[in-house]
């Protein structure tokens, strides 16, 4: 018998940390200038935490708590 679909199969607790462990390039942008949120788009995850703030910190070490999702 076939399981039906569910999502929640599929959560993941992910960091930018985690991102950043695969992307190291990403230590070297001033995120005050870019946007975390859209670069994080460009390896397929996106922010989904409520607390993050756009352009408020200048390193990325500042959003390591901030959760993130896999885009599919």
């Known amino acids: 018998m076939k399981k ?6 599929f959560n993941v607790d992910l960091k930018v940390a985690d991102v950043v462990e695969k992307f ?4 070297e942008l001033d995120f005050t200038k870019v946007s975390l949120k859209k670069e994080v788009v460009k390896y397929n995850y996106e922010v989904v935490a409520p ?10 070490e500042d959003y390591y708590d901030i959760d ?3 885009i599919v």
């Open 4 to 9: 039906p679909f569910n999502p929640d199969d």
């Open 24 to 27: 190291p390039q990403l230590k």
């Open 51 to 60: 607390e993050y703030e756009d352009l408020k910190y200048s390193s990325i």
């Open 68 to 70: 993130v999702d896999t």
